[in-house]
């Protein structure tokens, strides 16, 4: 069966300070993958999405990068660490196309000090 | 465009059922999911019902979906406290992927 890990599970950083998420699918080829943020407003925010290695597509314009170096791995990055980035950040995948369900990690609670 | 809308907040007593409400703006919708997200968790997908289906019940839960109106709901049957989370609903659009309304807070007291 299918499986996502993200780590960390939460993390402080101040401001200025790097960063580095990582999410990883196990039991699946060739997913989508997907970064969102999720605001105190409970919204969800699509901030990256990859249909293959390499593929990267941004939806928002922001503080924020993201790689695909393997099949199954999605990083997200930061040179430098806002506030405003603090938030719960959720990996996800899928499979088939953009009607197919996705499957969340558990997220990573970000507090930028 | 594409705009999902979900009230907020939902408060019920144990073994009543709830019911939460959703709208969509896409027509051309092929899924609608719903998910729940229970404290410092990822989404977990629910249930989902295709485009052409009008109600869809999986043990508890009863999805119903009013294509003309572009309603869909989710009802929990005999709702217990371990169903307090925030429940999303989402529809696919042929974009890039889903698009999620706000979510409902559904809280359940004994």
């Known amino acids: 069966s299918q499986t996502i890990h993200q780590w960390p599970a939460t993390l402080v950083q101040p401001v200025g300070s790097p960063l580095s998420l990582e999410c990883t699918v196990e039991?699946?080829?060739?997913?989508?993958l997907y970064w969102y943020r999720q605001a105190a407003g409970r919204g969800l925010q699509l901030l990256f999405y990859s249909v293959g290695i390499g593929q990267i597509s941004s939806e928002v314009p922001q503080n924020l990068s993201a790689s695909r170096p393997q099949d199954r791995q999605f990083i997200l990055s930061s040179k430098k660490l806002l506030l405003s980035d603090s938030g719960f950040y959720l990996c996800a995948w899928s499979v088939g196309d953009s009607n197919s369900p996705l499957h969340f990690g558990n997220g990573t609670r970000l507090t930028v000090t | 465009g594409e705009d999902v809308e979900q009230s907020l907040f939902l408060s019920v007593r144990e073994g009543d059922s709830s019911v939460i409400n959703c709208t969509y703006t896409d027509s051309s919708s092929t899924y609608l999911y719903w998910y729940k997200q229970e404290p410092g968790a990822g989404l977990q997908l629910l249930t989902y019902i295709f485009s052409n289906m009008d109600m869809k019940q999986d043990q508890r839960l009863t999805v119903l979906l009013n294509k003309k109106d572009k309603h869909l709901s989710l009802r929990i049957a005999d709702t217990q406290t371990g169903d307090s989370a925030i429940y999303f609903c989402a529809e696919s659009t042929g974009y890039s992927t889903l698009t999620f309304g706000k979510g409902t807070m559904l809280l359940v007291s004994p």
């Open positions: 039991g699946t080829s060739n997913p989508n």
